[in-house]
Nanobody, 124 residues
Framework: QVHLVESGGGLVQPGGSLRLSCVVS????????IGWFRQAPGKEREGISC????????YYQESLNGRFTMSRDSAKNTVYLQMNNLKREDTAVYYC?????????????????WGQGTQVTVSS
């Protein structure tokens, strides 16, 4: 059974940084795409970034303007989301999700497995 567990959320001041982690277990192979998503109160879940299962290409929501960086450590079955220059509007519950053999997508419906989420609050 596939499981994803996020960690690293918390309270941070505007302009600060956080690094989220997502540990993936249960896949019998390494060919799965991972995506990071977030959902703010009263808003739809949106895709932030993703990594393709085939060539490791990463994709980002354009509005982030390079503030977030996604990386993958296959040896540790862990995916990271480094978030810099955080803004109040980044406040949300952040989720990682996985799908086998995925090409990398920011659409939530493309993903089969989800973590429980981790809260990120940006406030002074």
């Amino acid at each position: 059974q596939v499981h994803l567990v996020e960690s690293g959320g918390g309270l941070v001041q505007p302009g600060g940084s956080l690094r989220l982690s997502c540990v993936v277990s249960g896949f019998t192979h390494d060919y799965y795409a991972i995506g990071w998503f977030r959902q703010a109160p009263g808003k739809e879940r949106e895709g932030i970034s993703c990594i393709s299962s085939s060539d490791g290409s990463t994709y980002y929501q354009e509005s982030l303007n390079g503030r977030f960086t996604m990386s993958r450590d296959s040896a540790k079955n862990t995916v990271y989301l480094q978030m810099n220059n955080l803004k109040r509007e980044d406040t949300a519950v952040y989720y990682c999700a996985a799908t086998p053999y995925g090409h990398g997508s920011l659409a939530p419906f493309e993903y089969d497995y989800w973590g429980q989420g981790t809260q990120v609050t940006v406030s002074s």
